[in-house]
């Protein structure tokens, strides 16, 4: 089959990996094209604009930073949107607003092409290991036609219901992320300062009730004083800023989500922008005196 892939960052390009493992004819776009290198050296074929990939593609897949990038790709002058061609179905992987994914298969429907909001779970491991969570909305036979391209990138795939329903679950996620975060790293943070071995704690913790995948891969990571990116602080602070404004349109109150939020902006402001979410310890640790920039 031939498909269409926009986006080649820390888990896109595993994704976009796998289904070109899978035998899958593959069509790239990444505003970088370094960042393309290793996939277009296994014979994925590069093109220059998002139209250009849609005009190869029957799916075409984004998986991009933020929402103005996905706006761009879709609707830019040389979007996805802009096409003429093969293009039947539309798959965005991005976190990105409900809103914005309702206004994406408004504009397919009226092409004739059907689309999905479709993002995923589970960082830079799920995507290597194809064994992320997929949360899909939108339209249900696409759904179905497009299960077994998303069974080569994760174990968990659901249909959330109509479009958007895919961002809104992912939402759901992302709040309990953040609550999970500062319990790793508050936990973590405790046993350091009390002489215990944090890999140690995180050996006993971590198979009991306080077990979660934050604290066995991302508090192995903080233990080692490893911040590197499986998932970049600054796309974290966009999507709690998405799930505070979806919130707030639901007259919801999620004061642990805001508290988190302001924590994470914190850490982009001392320089960690691209770093790992695991990088919440530091400014943890900077509330706790602890100035040193690690």
């Not at 014979?43 to 250009?52: S, Y």
């Not at 944090?198 to 903080?222: F, P």
């Amino acid at each position: 089959m031939k498909i269409g892939w926009i986006g080649t960052g820390i888990m896109g390009a595993s994704m976009a990996g796998h289904l070109h493992a899978a035998g899958h004819e593959l069509f790239l776009y990444n505003r970088t094209k370094e960042k393309a290198a290793p996939l277009l050296a296994r014979g994925a074929r590069w093109c220059e604009t998002p139209a250009e990939v849609a005009g190869n593609g029957e799916f075409v897949f984004t998986m991009v930073g933020f929402p103005r990038d996905v706006e761009e790709v879709y609707f830019g002058e040389e979007g996805i949107l802009t096409a003429d061609g093969p293009c039947r179905i539309v798959i965005d992987m991005t976190t990105s607003s409900p809103g914005l994914a309702g206004k994406i298969a408004d504009a397919s429907t009226a092409k004739g092409i059907s689309s999905l909001d479709a993002p995923v779970s589970g960082g830079d491991i799920g995507a290597r290991e194809a064994a992320l969570a997929i949360m899909a909305g939108g339209d249900r036979k696409a759904f179905d036609e497009a299960s077994p391209l998303f069974q080569t990138m994760g174990k968990t795939i659901s249909y959330m219901g109509e479009a958007g329903s895919g961002q809104h679950t992912k939402m759901c996620n992302q709040i309990l992320i953040a609550g999970t975060m500062i319990g790793v790293c508050e936990s973590l943070l405790y046993a350091n300062k009390s002489g215990l071995d944090e890999d140690t704690v995180i050996d006993i913790i971590g198979k009991g009730a306080a077990s979660s995948w934050c604290i066995n891969n991302l508090g192995r990571r903080i233990a080692q004083g490893n911040y590197d990116p499986g998932f970049f602080v600054e796309h974290f602070i966009k999507d709690m800023g998405i799930a505070l404004r979806e919130a707030e349109s639901l007259d919801l109150t999620l004061p642990g989500l805001a508290l988190v939020h302001q924590l994470y902006i914190a850490v982009k402001a001392q320089g960690h922008g691209r770093s790992g979410t695991q990088a919440l310890m530091l400014a943890l640790k900077n509330l706790n005196g602890e100035n040193r920039r690690q």
